[in-house]
């Protein structure tokens, strides 16, 4: 990939909406995690009108990874983010969502 190709990557990476969370350590493995990040994909399937969710993570967040797995995402690709480094894409389409 060029040096002019990744600069357009990454502005349309930037331009994306993101969407996160951030647990303190106390509340780690009590599935509050899976419960809010459930919520915030049928929220986002349904007041949006997104048709996919993209997100990225470090290949060795193993919790995160369970995460996204329970919300149906699926491994996309790895992927050079220039402020973190290599991240691994995943993704889930509306149609696959299970947003009522």
């Given at each position: 990939m060029s040096s002019a190709e990744r600069r357009i990557e990454t502005e349309r990476l930037l331009l994306r909406r993101w969407l996160g969370r951030r647990l303190p350590r106390a509340?780690?493995?009590?599935?509050?995690?899976?419960?809010?990040?459930?919520?915030s994909r049928d929220?986002?399937?349904?007041?949006?009108?997104?048709?996919?969710?993209?997100?990225?993570?470090?290949?060795?967040?193993?919790?995160?990874?369970?995460?996204?797995?329970?919300?149906?995402?699926?491994?996309?690709?790895?992927?050079d983010d220039p402020t973190i480094g290599v991240v691994l894409r995943r993704r889930l389409d509306r149609a696959a969502g299970k947003a009522a």
């Open positions: 509340l780690w493995d009590a599935g509050d995690a899976t419960e809010a990040a459930i919520a929220d986002v399937f349904q007041v949006t009108g997104y048709d996919r969710l993209i997100r990225p993570l470090h290949p060795g967040n193993i919790a995160s990874q369970r995460i996204m797995e329970k919300l149906g995402m699926r491994r996309v690709e790895y992927v």
